[in-house]
């Protein structure tokens, strides 16, 4: 059993954070925020319909560079995560997350939703601060609906229109 002194405590709640501002980096298009919470060497593993194939990107530029060219300002993004079911090992630790997304693509006139279980890993890198090592998850399922067919749909607000594309 893992051991629950207050510095195990802590470590939890650092690796919850670092998830959530992942998530928070990625629908807020913070990039250099995003990059902050991968390590150089990362891996993000997206089974995601949506994009066709499984999605592997190795190394942390060229998750941060797909991220960017494929979820800015035309999309609008929200990813909620919770349920955590974290190990940790030293310098090292697991993280299973129940997480549900939400894109809405104004461009092409599409809404994207679904849900999976991330599966995680993470190191305690040199400078102390715990960063994502591997990332990814299979599709519990994904859905997609046409905006041509909710006639009533509004979007009243957009954070991203207004940005320069």
């Known amino acids: 059993m893992e051991s629950r002194t207050l510095d195990h405590l802590l470590t ?78 030293g310098d090292t630790a697991t993280g299973r997350w129940a997480f549900t997304d939400l894109i809405i693509a104004t461009e092409y006139r599409v809404v994207i939703q679904g849900a999976a279980f991330y599966e995680d890993e993470y190191a305690r890198d040199s400078d102390g601060t715990w960063r994502i090592s591997r990332t990814g998850y299979d599709r519990t399922y994904e859905a997609t609906l046409s905006l041509d067919d909710l006639p009533k749909f509004r979007l009243t607000s957009n954070r991203w229109a207004s940005v320069d594309r």
């Open 12 to 89: 939890l709640e650092d690796i919850r954070q670092l998830k959530y501002r992942y998530l928070r980096s990625v629908d807020q298009k913070a990039w250099d925020d995003l990059a902050d919470t991968l390590t150089a060497d990362a891996v993000a593993d997206y089974g995601t319909p949506a994009m066709g194939n499984r999605l592997l990107l190795t190394g942390r530029i060229a998750i941060v560079t797909f991220m960017r060219e494929n979820l800015g300002p035309g999309l609008i993004s929200v990813h909620a995560a919770g349920q955590p079911e974290i190990a940790v090992n």
